[in-house]
Nanobody
Framework: QLQLVESGGGLVQPGGSLRLSCAAS????????VGWFRQAPGKEREGVSC????????NYADSVKGRFTISRDNAKNTVYLQMNSLKAEDTAVYYC????????????????WGQGTQVTVSS
């Protein structure tokens, strides 16, 4: 019954912004680190960002530092990814996942996964 559902994806022009949401049901996210991953066609799934259960620290891939911001609202059982200054290279399916570990950007460290939401950056 544990489930994560992503939303907020869509089509946006280069330089635009999107805000992705990851909502949990069946369990409380406050005990988990949460990560965002993405997978483009023909490429492996890569870590984008993660946030600790207490929100005290976060990690980002070098490719998104300064443009993306991860945050969480445990009262709403939701984690967000604010994406600004989007580039064509950001086009991918974005997934959120919950980890009982510290806050890895490695998909092997995650226990629960959502089904993904498509982000397309194109003019």
């Amino acid at each position: 019954q544990l489930q994560l559902v992503e939303s907020g994806g869509g089509l946006v022009q280069p330089g635009g912004s999107l805000r992705l949401s990851c909502a949990a049901s069946g369990f409380s996210l406050d005990r988990y680190a949460v990560g965002w991953f993405r997978q483009a066609p023909g490429k492996e799934r890569e870590g984008v960002s993660c946030i600790r259960n207490n929100g005290g620290s976060a990690n980002y891939a070098d490719s998104v530092k300064g443009r993306f911001t991860i945050s969480r609202d445990n009262a709403k059982n939701t984690v967000y990814l604010q994406m600004n200054s989007l580039k064509a290279e950001d086009t991918a399916v974005y997934y959120c996942a919950a980890s009982s570990g510290w806050c890895p950007l490695d998909r092997k460290g995650y226990d629960y996964w959502g089904q993904g939401t498509q982000v397309t950056v194109s003019s």
